[in-house]
T-cell receptor, first 113, second 114 residues
Framework: KNQVEQSPQSLIILEGKNCTLQ??????????LRWYKQDTGRGPVSLTIMTFSENTKSNGRYTATLDADTKQSSLHITASQLSDSASYICVVSARSGNTPLVFGKGTRLSVIA | NAGVTQTPKFQVLKTGQSMTLQCAQD?????MYWYRQDPGMGLRLIYYSASEGTTDKGEVPNGYNVSRLNKREFSLRLESAAPSQTSVYFC?????????????FGSGTRLTVV
């Protein structure tokens, strides 16, 4: 069964600190993996997208890594800001174009002053 | 730069009432999607439209109908609302066809069925 598991479920960090969110997946055959940021009351916004051949991709203070062999991805946030408080969702796409995207349940990040 | 626009943002329905959620995109995308998001669960696909004139069921289509009115607009209808349909509904669109290509989401419609 295609699944995406994220950890931790929630995380609280101090402003300025770094953090890493994890994503494990069993989607096969793998096509790409995306990280989305979802602010409270808003729709998800894409941060990064990685294909099978990409190991790392950055978007400002956000850096995503992908290990397709172990089927793991991580999202590292550097020098966190209060505005980073949001849910971060890992989404995996199978190679078949009409297979629904598989969404993780998200990690709820709270950055406090 | 509107992107994907959903209306209404909030709605309360009584069990058995009907309503239509509206969605429009201004990015000339071919494909559009309707998802629901429930607490503790990932987004789940209700219906999608790979191109104008076509619609297909997703993972959780029961109790819903859709209409791809034109390339810009994709509506979701609840014919007889049930409390189990209380959720946040997101419309999304993408350039390519197929359910694996979602790119841009709307800001959501929070629906409560009492």
């Amino acid at each position: 069964k295609n699944q995406v598991e994220q950890s931790p479920q929630s995380l609280i960090i101090l402003e300025g600190k770094n953090c890493t969110l994890q994503c494990n997946y069993t989607v096969s055959p793998f096509s790409n993996l995306r990280w989305y940021k979802q602010d409270t009351g808003r729709g998800p916004v894409s941060l990064t997208i990685m294909t099978f051949s990409e190991n790392t991709k950055s978007n400002g203070r956000y850096t995503a890594t992908l290990d397709a062999d172990t089927k793991q991805s991580s999202l590292h946030i550097t020098a966190s800001q209060l505005s980073d408080s949001a849910s971060y969702i890992c989404v995996v796409s199978a190679r078949s174009g009409n297979t629904p995207l598989v969404f993780g349940k998200g990690t709820r990040l709270s950055v406090i002053a | 730069n509107a992107g994907v626009t959903q209306t209404p943002k909030f709605q309360v329905l009584k069990t058995g009432q009907s309503m239509t959620l509206q969605c429009a995109q201004d990015m000339n995308h071919n494909s559009m999607y309707w998802y629901r998001q429930d607490p503790g669960m990932g987004l789940r696909l209700i219906y999608y439209s790979a191109s104008e004139g076509t619609t297909d069921k997703g993972e959780v289509p029961n109790g819903y109908n859709v209409s791809r009115l034109n390339k810009r607009e994709f509506s979701l209808r609840l014919e007889s609302a049930a409390p189990s349909q209380t959720s946040v509904y997101f419309c999304a669109s993408s350039e390519g066809s197929g359910t694996g290509r979602v790119g841009t989401f709307g800001s959501g419609t929070r629906l409560t069925v009492v």
